[in-house]
Each structure stands twice: as C-alpha cells, then as structure tokens.
C-alpha cells in the first residue's frame, strides 16, 4: 500500500447506523400508507439524489412520472394488479418509472468525449434496448433508495399491465414503463412480519 492509500483511508466517509437503517436494514416495503401530504419539494429531492447514481456510459435512460393529484392517481389503477391497486389508492404519490427507447439521443451531452457511441447505437438497436432497459433498471433500484433517503417509503409495485400503463401515459411509444412505486409515509400498522433474506454463505463467494 502507498502512502498515499494510507493517508486517504482515515478520511473515509461513512452513514451512521441510523443512516443505514433507513436506507437498508429497517426500512419496510409500505402496504398502506398514512394520510400524510408529499410534496412537490420532496418529489424533486428524490430526483436529485437518483440522477447522481451511476449508469453505463453516463447514459441516464430512466424517466419518471409522478402522479400526485388523485386524478392522475385513477389513470393508473385499472392497469395494476388486484392487490396492488388498493396499495397505489391509499399513496399519496405513485412514480411511474419507465426506459426512454431513444435515450441514446442525450449522449452526445452526456459524455461528449465519446464522438461514436450515439451513432452506434442509432442503428445497433438490439444492444441499445438491451444496455438501455439494463441501466434503465439500475435507476429504478437508486430511485427506491433515493425515497427512502429523504425519509419517505417506496413501495414498488412490478404487477400491472405494462401496455395498459405505456398507452395511457406514453401513447407515442417512445417511453417504456418499467417500475411502478408508491411513495409516502408508511402505515406500519399494515405491516406482517418481514420476509427472511438468503445468508451470506449461500449468496457470497470470497475468491
Ligand atoms: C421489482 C419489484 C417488484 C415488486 N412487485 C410487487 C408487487 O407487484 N406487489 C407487491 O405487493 N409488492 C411488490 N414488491 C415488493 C416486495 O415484495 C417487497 O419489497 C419485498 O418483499 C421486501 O419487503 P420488505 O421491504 O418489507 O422487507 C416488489 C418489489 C420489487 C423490488
């Protein structure tokens, strides 16, 4: 190890415990939420935060609707899955989370030094979509942890009709929904018991 490693290392920043309990260890998919408001202010510091979190390329192709009156809120019903509608009702806000199928467009701003990469995948469009949907995923997984960093619950929801979704909000097809999450404050009184995750000695290798 260099000096230099060394002297870095005490610098190293970390959360505290509360910090991780709230991004990891103790936050709860919500399954009701509590009459309590979300805010515009709240929806954008989500965003903030999501859009830092790093993709393939610098390529950025997640896009997200919030539907935050309960009009918008109804659109999205019909199309989620028994079960899942009665949780999007009782969120104050429900994002919808989809891949932009032409987000290949943004590179060249995105990362300029690249001069072939949006020409490439302008016609490589198999390996666009794949990349595209790829990273676009990576969003929807820092989008759900940017909720719960600014004290909110995300309940993602994976039941419900994509082309129902895409038609009603995205009718020119450009878009592709993906995701969707409600977000609010948390009923824990709705809760059951949390599902167990897979030990380490079954998940982890050390080579
Ligand atoms: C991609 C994805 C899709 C999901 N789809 C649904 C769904 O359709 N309906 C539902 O009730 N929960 C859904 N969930 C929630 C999970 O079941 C829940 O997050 C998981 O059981 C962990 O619960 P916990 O955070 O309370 O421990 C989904 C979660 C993810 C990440």
């Not at 399954?31 to 979190?53: C, G, K, M, S």
């Not at 309960?70 to 429900?94: I, Q």
């Not at 490439?120 to 794949?130: A, C, D, F, G, S």
Request: glycine share 6%; hydrophobic share 40%; charged share 25%.
């Amino acid at each position: 190890m260099s000096d230099q490693a060394i002297a870095i290392t005490p610098n190293r920043l970390s959360l505290s415990d509360d910090g991780l309990a709230l991004l990891f260890t103790e936050s709860r998919t919500p399954r009701r939420f509590l009459p309590l408001p979300v805010t515009d202010e709240d929806l954008h510091a989500i965003w903030e935060l999501t859009r830092w979190a790093p993709t393939g390329h610098n390529s950025q192709p997640m896009r997200v609707v919030f539907a935050r009156t309960p009009e918008a809120r109804e659109r999205l019903l019909p199309h989620l899955a028994a079960g899942n509608d009665v949780k999007s009702k009782s969120a104050p806000v429900v994002a919808v989370l989809a891949y932009d199928t032409r987000y290949h467009t943004h590179l060249e701003t995105l990362i300029p030094y690249n001069t072939t990469l949006q020409g490439h995948y302008e016609t490589n469009i198999e390996e666009r979509r794949r990349k595209g949907i790829f990273n676009a995923t990576l969003q929807c997984a820092y989008f759900i942890m940017a909720v719960r960093a600014v004290g909110l619950a995300a309940g993602p929801i994976g039941g419900f009709d994509r082309d129902g979704i895409n038609a009603e909000l995205f009718p020119d097809g450009r878009y592709e929904s993906l995701l969707v999450v409600n977000i609010g404050h948390i009923d824990e009184s709705a809760l059951r018991d949390r599902l167990p995750r897979l030990d380490r000695e079954l998940t982890v290798s050390m080579v």
